[in-house]
């Protein structure tokens, strides 16, 4: 997988790092050996995320449409899907 994403190093991607069902653009930064590192777009925060939490990555250079559940603004060539962990907070 590390491979695979040094191919984009420095480039925009697509990947839903703040909502299991959103897919934004975020910045590549790093891939490391257990993990990548993306700067959000939205908030200009750096995440790291363990290669572990990849469902899928999706490649086309003339842009990856997402659609159904995943919704997506705009169209990237790189995607990574990341799964998320649901929070219950008692009330």
Do not use: C, W
């Not at 290669?51 to 997506?72: D, H, L, W």
Request: proline content about 4%; overall charge negative.
């Amino acid at each position: 997988m590390k491979k695979l994403i040094e191919t984009q190093m420095g480039n925009e991607i697509g990947i839903n790092i703040h909502s299991a069902h959103r897919i934004e653009s975020a910045s590549l930064l790093a891939a490391e050996d257990d993990y990548f590192s993306v700067r959000s777009g939205d908030d200009a925060n750096v995440f790291h995320v363990p290669y572990v939490n990849i469902v899928k990555v999706i490649e086309n250079p003339e842009g990856v449409t997402v659609s159904g559940f995943f919704k997506s603004h705009k169209t990237h060539p790189f995607v990574i899907k990341i799964g998320h962990v649901v929070e219950y907070v008692p009330t």
